[in-house]
C-alpha cells in the first residue's frame, strides 16, 4: 500500500507547494487569494500531466509485446502497476511453456506408439497424426491436415464404420499401397472427435494362415494311413483270408503306420528345433562319427541299387548339435536315395572354403527338380511329386528340417537341379563351426 501514501503526499505537496508560491507571489489581499488558486491549479496539473505521461509509458511497453522488453522503471503506483503486469505476464507465460511442454511430450510419446494415432474432429477431417498412421494409410501428415478423412482412406469398411458409429469392433482393411493388412480400432472423445488407432496386422495375418495350413496338411497326412489302416482292420475282421492275403493285408498296415510313425517323428523333430536354444558353438564332434552315422543308413536304404561314395574329409570336427547336423545330413541322403533311380549315382563329400566355411554336398544323378519348385522346396508338406514322395516313405518335411537345422547353426542350404541331369543339395555351416583338430592346418579346396 506504500504507492497510496506516496500518491497522497506527492499531491498533497503539490497543491501545497503551488498554493504557497501562489500566495507569495500574488500581491495584494484578494490576488493572494486568487494566486493560491492558480497556484494549487498549477499544482494538480502538473500531476496530471506526470500522470498521463507514465500512464503513457505503461501502454506503450504493453503494446509493445510487454514479455521480451524491460518494463518502464517508475516510481509509485505506476511502477507498481507495471512491476505486478509483468509478474503476471511473466508466470502466465511460464504456464503456457510448460503445457507447450507437456503437449510436446505428450505427442512425442503417441510418436513412439507401436501403433498409428489419427485424431479426428467432430466433421472427421484429420486433426494430427503421427508418422506410423501416416505410413498405414498413405497420408501426408502436414499437407492432409484439416481434410475429411474419407476421402484420403477409401477402404468400404472403414468408411462404413465411421457412417455407422459402430465403433465396437476393430475393422480390418487393406494397406493403401497393397502392402498389407491394418487393423483399425476407433473410438469416440471429447465433443464428438475421434481416435483412430491403426496396426500393421500383415505378418499375425500371415503366421495365422501358416499355423491353419499347417494344422489341415498334419490333419491330412494322418487321416490317409489312418483311413487305409482302419480299411485292412474291417478286412481283417469281417473276411476270411488266406494265409497268404493275411500277410499281404498286414504288411501294408505295417507300412502305414511306419508312414505315420515317420510323420509324427518329423513333426516332433522340428516342434523340438523351433521351440529349443541355438546350438552351442564350442560343442566339437568329430565329422567322421557323423559321416559313418549317416553312411550307414544310406547304405541300408539303398540295400546295393545305387553306386554310393562318401568323402568326409581329413579329422574335421564341427561345432553344432550332433542329433541335428545328423538328422539334416541324413534327410539330404535319404532324399538322394529314394528319389535317385536304381543305378544311380549318389555322391557325398566335404569341402572346406577359402575363408573356413564347411559344406557338405550331396549330389545325385536322379531325376532332377524343376527351377519353379525350388524356391519352395523348403516349405513344409511342398512336394513335387505326392505319391512318388508318399511312395518312398517322405513326409514332406523333410527339406524343412534340414533348412532349419542350418539356419540355427547359422548356416544355409543351397539347392541346384537341372531336369534330368540330378540334384545338388548343400549344407553350409559358418566359419566358427568348422576347425581341425589343434596341430592340423586347413587345407581348402577350390
Ligand atoms: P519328402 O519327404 O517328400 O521327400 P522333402 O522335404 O525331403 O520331402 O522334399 C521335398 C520335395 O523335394 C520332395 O517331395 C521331392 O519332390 C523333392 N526332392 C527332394 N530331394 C530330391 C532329390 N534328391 N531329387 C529329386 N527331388 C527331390
Known amino acids: 500500500m506504500s504507492w497510496i501514501w506516496l500518491r497522497v503526499l506527492l499531491t498533497a505537496a503539490l497543491v501545497l507547494l503551488g498554493g504557497v508560491i501562489g500566495h507569495l507571489f500574488g500581491g495584494g489581499e484578494r490576488r493572494e487569494l486568487q494566486g493560491a488558486l492558480a497556484g494549487i491549479a498549477g499544482g494538480l496539473l502538473v500531476f496530471i500531466v506526470r500522470d498521463i505521461w507514465r500512464g503513457h509509458q505503461l501502454l506503450r511497453w504493453l503494446s509493445g509485446g510487454a514479455i521480451g522488453a524491460e518494463p518502464p522503471r517508475m516510481g509509485g ?9 509483468e ?5 502466465r507465460e511460464r504456464s503456457a511453456a510448460n503445457e507447450r511442454d507437456r503437449l510436446a511430450q505428450f505427442l512425442s510419446a503417441i510418436e513412439a506408439s507401436p501403433n498409428g494415432v489419427l485424431l479426428l474432429d467432430a466433421s472427421e477431417q484429420i486433426e494430427w497424426c503421427n508418422a506410423l498412421a501416416a505410413d498405414h494409410l498413405g497420408l501426408d501428415r502436414h499437407r492432409d491436415l484439416r481434410q475429411r478423412v474419407t476421402n484420403l482412406v477409401r477402404a468400404p469398411a472403414f468408411v462404413a464404420m ?3 458409429r459402430a465403433f465396437e469392433q476393430p475393422v480390418q482393411i487393406p494397406q493403401p499401397d497393397g502392402s498389407g493388412l491394418l487393423s483399425v480400432i476407433v473410438r469416440s472423445y471429447g465433443d464428438g472427435q475421434r481416435l483412430v488407432l491403426t496396426q ?5 495375418e500371415r503366421a495365422d494362415a501358416m ?4 494344422v489341415a496338411n498334419v490333419s491330412h497326412e494322418i487321416r490317409t494311413p489312418l483311413t487305409v489302416v482302419a480299411g ?4 481283417l475282421t469281417n473276411l476270411p483270408l488266406s494265409e497268404v492275403e493275411r500277410k499281404r493285408v498286414l504288411a501294408l498296415m505295417a507300412q502305414q503306420t511306419q508312414r505315420m510313425q515317420s510323420l509324427v517323428g518329423d513333426l516332433l523333430t522340428l516342434a523340438r528345433l523351433e ?4 546350438p552351442s558353438s564350442d560343442a566339437w564332434l568329430p565329422l567322421a562319427r557323423l559321416g559313418s552315422a549317416v553312411e550307414m543308413d544310406a547304405r541300408g536304404l539303398s540295400a546295393g541299387r545305387h553306386r554310393l561314395s562318401f568323402d568326409w574329409g581329413d579329422e574335421v570336427e564341427l561345432a553344432g548339435n550332433e542329433a541335428e547336423l545328423l538328422s539334416a545330413v541324413t534327410n539330404l541322403v535319404s532324399n538322394a536315395v529314394r528319389y535317385t533311380p536304381e543305378s544311380g549315382q549318389i555322391e557325398v563329400h566335404w569341402r572346406q572354403r577359402p575363408e573356413g566355411a564347411g559344406e557338405i554336398t550331396v549330389r545325385d544323378t536322379g531325376p532332377g527338380i524343376a527351377a519353379e519348385h525350388l524356391p519352395r522346396l523348403t516349405e513344409r508338406f511342398y512336394r513335387v511329386d505326392g505319391s512318388r514322395s508318399r511312395d518312398t516313405g517322405g513326409t514332406g518335411l523333410g527339406l524343412a528340417i534340414v533348412k532349419h537345422v542350418a539356419q540355427r547353426h547359422g548356416g544355409e542350404l543351397l539347392i541346384d537341379s537341372t531336369p534330368g541331369q540330378g540334384s545338388c543339395f548343400t549344407l553350409v555351416l559358418p566359419a566358427m563351426r568348422v576347425r581341425l583338430p589343434a596341430g592340423r592346418v586347413a587345407v581348402s579346396q577350390p
Open 200 to 204: 500393421d496386422i500383415t505378418e499375425r
Open 275 to 278: 521351440g529349443s536354444p541355438r
Open 232 to 235: 485292412f482292420v474291417e478286412t
Open 162 to 164: 465411421l457412417q455407422a
Open 77 to 85: 503506483f505506476w511502477g507498481e502497476m507495471a512491476t505486478r503486469i
Open 87 to 91: 509478474r503476471a505476464l511473466r508466470s
Open 211 to 214: 499355423r491353419r495350413d499347417f
